[in-house]
């Protein structure tokens, strides 16, 4: 939202949106507003983390060093990863939970909104910390997102600044959660009970658990690896009695349930969605909440089939395959509700409802590569390959990201008060569908091949997949500039119409029962909730 | 008109089926090319594939039949076919179904899966007895290059990229890769086997975490510094094998290939007589006085295999992590500060101590021709003996 | 609401400290285990004698490896490159090492055996890798290592390695 779109509304007077630029973003406390800086920094972030990919491939688009030394090849993929993970997916899904969190269980506000103010302004400053580390001697970290040591610990000084942004980008992500779980468990609306909340609610209650269990973990490890560099400790130096391994147990401890806590909030968002644009409640809501739980419970318990090749006992490596096997359950029942909610209803499909139903499709390609990599003895094989490459981006990029722009579509005309352009909308759309899966889908047999990740040059037997993928990965990078022009456009108001208050016909719950753009502040008076607003309402 | 929308319906027919044939065949295509996993050349590879090709079959028959349901329901179920929603919500059945049936699937993959692993971390025969290894190797993994010690025989070398394709990765190249055989995936020296024997492989590093990989063999195993870990291998074919380092190890992960000679045993047997002969010379010419042509051939040699990744083959460098030779005060300095500075490396620089590495008269060699080299005119020499001296002093 | 908050402020606080306690967790999980291939601390010879079952026929390989770590300026090999022990008895080997610089160089041993799981089995009851090993200028000296295999190793090993890295102690 901007002031322009705000000078276009009359009649919020009433809203008391607090004057000059300091004041009303700077300061603010409000989470509509909170939601909205949120949303702008991730989507920075990701055209920032975008720019990295982009030259990625262009190193990759053939053979032999062109463009950039293997070095700064390094470093871009660490931060390409790091970049996406912690600036762009996560403070988006943190942008959606401000905006609609309280909207959705009938709170005016975040329960602690200064400390909401704060966790959202540690973020600029932890990412300049971590991108200006480029303009250091050494480079910045080149490790790879995943800082093993000993590797990571020859870096130089870049590894302190690294380690720091880390801890303020996890104190951020902790006081979200807290802030979450607080809001969500205070501040409900009368006769909002746990389970007449749209299920959104629920994933990111979950995942606001995730990341205050996990986030501090991440913190310690990286905190170790900051002694050992400056301080002498050989917590993870075999010379002094440590065991490098032990970090990778540590940081799969983490890494595992993150790759969850970028991918509940998903399964909310396009739980949203599908019913909509089905106009048939969701199948299964009470078992979605169930799986999500799940889901969320397995991820603590699978974390070194990451690491199935540094060796370890039998016994280890049967647990961690089994136990991955355990997550495809979960997934599993999610995926055949979906496509029940579809079942027998009266489908339209405009924007958001086609980037719903290409995450299902995609998400769940990722999720059969990830059954594959659950395989141990066949990962021995895949490990480290392209085919990890292609797993990872099809359950984040079609799967994460997919459902980012699917929720920013379906709740845009909500923020901004306008409609944006289907035909826009649409083009984007099939833009992106197509050109994700020409960059990520040869990946697959990149990987089958015997191609290794994170590597700046390549045999010429890998170079026509290269080659396919660099072209998708070019024409995917335009579709998202592209995103930028139409959202801005809607947000101006340029070639748009306004939006009424419920949008989509088959839309239910309390975000659809006030104008559009929601007014500033809502529910402050508390909200009256019927259960006919309501999308789920327990009949069990 | 009726012919017409026969024919219509027929040739809409046909194309189906072509696009049905076609998916199905680019699978079996898949199968057997190099766009899928190896079959390799020893049993956990074949298990591997085996593996691997079973659960794909299983990923595509789900795939099948979930997006087929979702496609359909987006075509008969749409609000333009004039449709009106049905409200079920839950289904107490269909849901215990989706649940089961998983669990049975993943129940009959995970049969395989434990059969191969229980296989290759504990090596039995058919008759369930304990496999006896006939040879151990010892592979050490450094940045960027691989070590192989036959422990059995006493023979260890060094194994680095190959200096036809290391000179046309370089971001000039002199040489053309499309001309480099095996480009990137070839070495000076690789690890020679003989066939059809149990080779029991150790791994281990000298600096960060690599990871041992050869596809055809079926596995990949970190090489961890301070730790030994084990891995075996039975290759049922001769050939050459190629790999790649699988484990981020630094700036030149990429460039550290794996390549494997798989001899028969005759042949082999003559190959490790040759390289005992080879270890005893160079332990003769680490004890002899060189001349000044031969330290300068042979340095060019050792320079473009170990030094020429970080300071080029121009000797430029690439400045500040890796200084230029060219011009360099050290090189131009004095000689026993330059041997020092190989052999010990540099703390909290990029540079390696590289006297556990290389032989004394390939370091002596390697000094002389950075002396010698590009504008650099010292014109001295650095004797095997001087390499030694500095060592151990 | 200050409950919850405190609640999360608490177990966040713990979880920081939780990645801490998995390191002791780790060590010990990996001794239950023979994880990383690390051998329990040194025991003494009787208290093991005492609770083997020996079976004379038994015969399995240890094998022995060392490595110098390229900092350190030593020479460092086993003296015998294989042995055929019992399970269940002691036995001894030996391993040299020299210093060949002309400085006083103190370095220390980590060892590992593989495969992990005749880790728990192997016991060491006198070994150079307790201890730091500091060598004069060009002293050489033989290092010997008494061990014990456990009678109770299981039947699907026959071939272990010990295995032995050297590194420079940076003062």
């Not at chain 2, 006939?134 to 025989?153: A, C, H, N, P, R």
Request: charged share 15%; proline share 5%.
């Amino acid at each position: 939202m901007s002031h322009a779109a705000v000078a276009d509304t009359h009649d919020h007077d009433h809203d008391h949106k607090p004057k000059g630029f300091v004041k009303r973003w700077l300061m603010t406390t409000n989470h509509k507003d909170i939601g909205t800086l949120y949303l702008i920094f991730a989507l920075t972030m990701f055209i920032l983390g975008g720019a990295m990919a982009m030259i990625i491939r262009l190193e990759l688009f053939q053979p032999g060093l062109q463009f950039v030394q293997p070095d700064f090849f390094n470093q871009l993929t660490t931060m390409h990863a790091l970049i996406m993970v912690f600036g762009a997916v996560m403070p988006a899904f943190v942008g959606f939970a401000n905006w609609m969190i309280p909207i959705m269980i009938g709170a005016p506000d975040m329960a602690l909104p200064r400390m909401n103010n704060w966790s959202f302004w540690i973020l600029p400053f932890a990412f300049t910390m971590l991108a200006s580390t480029f303009f250091m001697d050494g480079g910045a970290p080149a490790a790879g997102w995943t800082l093993y040591p000993p590797l990571v610990l020859q870096g130089g000084q870049n590894l302190a600044f690294a380690v720091f942004a880390i801890h303020m980008l996890g104190i951020s992500s902790i006081m979200g959660a807290i802030n979450v779980i607080a809001t969500i468990m205070n501040m409900r609306a009368p006769n909002m009970g746990y389970l007449k909340m749209p299920l959104f609610v629920w994933t990111w209650l979950i995942t606001a658990f995730l990341l205050i269990a996990v986030m501090p973990v991440f913190a310690g490890a990286v905190t170790m690896l900051l002694t050992d560099h400056y301080f002498g400790t050989t917590f993870f130096n075999a010379a002094g009695g440590g065991d490098p391994v032990l970090f990778q147990h540590i940081f799969w401890f983490f890494g595992h349930p993150e790759v969850y806590i970028m991918i509940l909030p998903s399964f909310g968002i396009i739980s949203e969605i599908i019913p909509t644009f089905a106009r048939k409640p969701l199948f299964g809501y009470v078992s979605m909440v169930y799986a999500t739980a799940g889901i969320a419970f397995l991820s603590f318990i699978v974390w070194a089939h990451h690491m199935f090749s540094v060796g370890m006992p039998l016994g280890g490596e049967l647990f961690f395959m089994y136990a991955t096997f355990l997550i495809s359950i979960p997934t599993g029942v999610k995926v055949f509700n979906w496509v029940s909610t579809m079942w027998k209803g009266a489908m339209t499909f405009e924007t958001p409802m086609l980037w719903a139903i290409a995450f299902i499709i995609l998400f769940t390609i990722g999720g059969f590569s990830g059954l594959m990599l659950a395989i141990a003895p066949a990962d021995f094989q895949y490990h480290d390959t392209y085919f990890v490459v292609a797993h990872f981006h099809y359950v984040l990029v079609t799967g994460a990201v997919f459902a980012i722009i699917g929720g920013a579509y379906y709740w845009l005309p909500k923020w901004s008060g306008n409609m944006y352009s289907e035909r826009l909308g649409k083009i984007h759309f099939w833009w992106s569908t197509i050109s994700v899966n020409v960059l990520f889908f040869p990946q697959h047999f990149l990987g089958l091949a015997g191609m290794p990740r994170r590597i700046p040059d390549y045999s010429t037997q890998f170079a026509e997949f290269n080659m396919w993928s660099s072209i998708g990965g070019f024409a995917f990078g335009l579709a998202q500039i592209f995103f930028i022009v139409i959202v801005w456009r809607t947000v101006k108001g340029k070639g748009t119409t306004k939006a009424t208050s419920r949008v989509w016909e088959g839309a239910k719950g309390l975000e659809w029962f006030i104008p559009s753009p929601a007014p500033h502040h809502t529910f402050q008076d508390g909200a009256p909730v019927n259960d006919e607003h309501l999308a789920h309402v327990s009949s069990h | 008109m009726n012919r017409k929308t026969n024919c219509f319906k027929n040739s809409c027919k046909n194309f189906l089926w072509l696009a049905i044939g076609l998916l199905f065949s680019s699978f079996a295509f898949a199968e057997k090319s190099k766009y899928n996993m190896t079959e390799g050349v020893t049993e956990f590879s074949k298990q591997a594939y085996d593996i691997h090709m079973i659960v794909l079959w299983i990923c595509v028959v789900i795939g099948v039949l979930v997006f087929g349901a979702m496609i359909y329901s987006m075509f008969a179920h749409r609000k333009s076919k004039g449709v009106t929603a049905a409200q079920f919500s839950h289904s107490t059945t269909a849901e215990i179904i989706w649940t089961v049936i998983p669990i049975i699937i993943l129940i009959i993959i995970a049969f395989p899966a434990t059969k191969a692993l229980i296989k290759m971390e504990a090596p039995t025969d058919a008759d369930g007895k304990n496999i006896v290894m006939d040879m151990t190797i010892k592979v050490t993994g450094f940045q960027w290059k691989w070590k192989y010690s036959y422990l059995d025989e006493g023979i260890s070398f060094l194994s680095t990229l190959k200096a036809d394709s290391n000179a046309a990765r370089q971001a000039n190249p002199t040489v053309d890769l499309y001309e480099v055989e095996n480009y990137l995936l070839d070495v000076d020296n690789p690890l020679v086997i003989p066939v059809d024997t149990n080779i029991r492989i150790l791994l281990t590093a000298d600096d960060v975490i690599h990871s041992w990989w050869v596809p055809a063999f079926g596995w990949k195993r970190d090489a961890i510094p301070g730790f030994v870990n084990e891995a075996w291998t039975n290759v049922k074919k001769i050939g050459t094998y190629r790999g790649q380092c699988a484990e981020l190890c630094g700036k030149d992960h990429g460039f550290m290939p794996i390549v494997v000679e798989v001899l028969s045993k005759e042949d082999y047997a003559n190959w490790v007589k040759q390289q005992k002969g080879e270890q005893e010379v160079a332990e003769v010419k680490n004890n002899s006085e060189w001349s000044q042509a031969d330290l300068m051939a042979t340095g060019k040699t050792v320079y473009d295999s170990q030094c020429a990744a970080c300071h080029q083959t121009t000797g430029q460098g690439m400045p500040p992590a890796f200084p230029a030779l060219d011009g360099s005060t050290i090189v131009n300095g004095p000689i026993d500060e330059q041997i020092k500075t190989v052999l010990f490396g540099k703390q909290g620089t990029a540079m390696a101590a590289f006297g556990g590495i290389l032989s004394e008269s390939d370091i002596a060699a390697a000094i002389t021709y950075t002396r010698n080299a590009w504008g650099n005119t010292a014109k001295d020499a650095a004797q095997p003996q001087d390499v030694k001296r500095i060592k151990n002093s | 609401m200050n409950k919850t908050v405190l609640k999360a402020v608490l177990a966040s606080v713990l979880m920081f400290g939780f990645a801490f306690a998995l390191i002791p967790l780790y060590n010990t999980f990996c001794e239950i285990t023979g994880l990383n291939g690390k051998t329990s601390g040194q025991v003494t010879a009787d208290e093991i004698l005492k609770k083997q079952i020996v079976n004379e026929n038994r015969l399995v390989t240890v094998q022995f490896d060392a490595s110098v770590n390229s900092k350190l300026n030593w020479e460092f090999r086993p003296t015998e490159l294989n042995m055929q022990v019992t399970p269940g008895k002691l036995y001894k080997t030996e391993f040299y090492a020299k210093n060949l610089s002309d400085k006083d160089i103190t370095g220390r041993a980590t060892y590992s055996v593989t495969p992990g799981k005749a880790s728990l089995y192997f016991n060491k009851t006198e070994c150079f890798c307790f201890t730091e090993q500091t060598l004069k200028a060009h002293e050489e000296v033989l290092m010997p290592v008494t061990f014990i295999v456990d009678s109770k190793l299981t039947e699907d090993v026959n071939i272990m390695t010990l295995s032995y890295t050297f590194y420079k102690l940076e003062s």
